[in-house]
């Protein structure tokens, strides 16, 4: 629940707006109620049907592969974020000079400077900023050079993989383990793992000819006093 809801349902004051919030909670607490009876129903169901024994095994090995967890090589996941942070606060920094926004990642602020050069979005989503760089009345657009190299440099600024690292970090155990990566049987339809806290089935691809060796240069350039030891490496979107 949100804390400005909480504070109206614990509030003393009677407001239009508390009784808006105690309704949206009473609404809630029978979605809940609902949503258990129907759990209990499909378990009352399940009951009687006989898990075979392959499945049964592979739910075994499922939670063996959790309790195990996956080593993180903290080095490079460390040294990952710091540059990760100092390459967007550069690119905020060159947005800022070019654009002079206070904010180059507001939406309001970017369409706003959007406007001054003759250009009305209704959003900046990235399949919005692709069509918009590709419609006939930007590319005409005499700023179109710079429209095109802000937006590019906003959409590796909101670039959504690097937050996977930062999610790394939070998940890590004190042993520098994940567990609990994956849910057995996530995938309704395919019945295949679904990934959980990292979301490690959707670490983007990289085809880059030198990835170990950017990968090395970035584990050893700094935090070099951190222990040397083989781990296994699930940083892989660098």
């Known amino acids: ?9 614990t509030s003393s004051k ?3 707006k508390k009784t808006e919030a105690i ?4 609404e809630f607490k029978k979605y809940c109620i609902n949503d258990v009876r129907v759990e209990r129903s499909i378990r009352k169901v399940l009951e009687k049907v006989k898990l075979p024994e ?5 739910w075994e090995l499922d ?3 959790n309790d195990r967890g996956v080593l993180v090589d903290t080095n490079l996941l460390k040294n990952a974020i710091y540059y ?5 606060s550069n690119l905020i920094e060159k947005l800022k000079t070019i654009t002079n926004i206070n904010n180059p990642k507001s939406n309001n602020q970017m369409k706003d400077y959007l406007k001054s050069l003759g250009v009305e979005v209704n959003s900046l989503s990235k399949e919005s900023v692709c069509d ?3 419609s006939y009345e930007v590319q005409k657009n005499p700023n179109y050079e710079k429209i095109k190299e802000v937006l590019d440099l906003r959409a590796m600024l909101n670039k959504t993989s690097t937050k996977k690292y930062e999610a790394m970090e939070r998940c890590m155990c004190d042993d520098e383990r994940i567990r609990g990566l994956f849910q057995f049987y996530g995938a309704n339809r395919t019945g295949r793992w679904a990934g959980r806290l990292v979301q490690v089935q959707n670490l983007p691809q990289n085809k880059m000819s030198n990835l170990e060796e950017v990968r090395e240069k970035i584990r050893n ?3 070099t006093n951190f222990p040397s030891r083989k781990k296994i490496l699930i940083i892989i979107s660098i």
């Open 1 to 9: 629940m949100k804390k400005e809801n909480l504070d109206l349902l």
């Open 14 to 16: 009677e407001s239009i």
């Open 23 to 26: 309704k949206k909670y009473e």
């Open 54 to 58: 392959s499945e049964q095994k592979l």
């Open 63 to 65: 939670q063996e592969i």
């Open 84 to 88: 990760d942070n100092i390459f967007k």
């Open 132 to 134: 918009l760089l590709n």
């Open 221 to 223: 350039e700094i935090n």
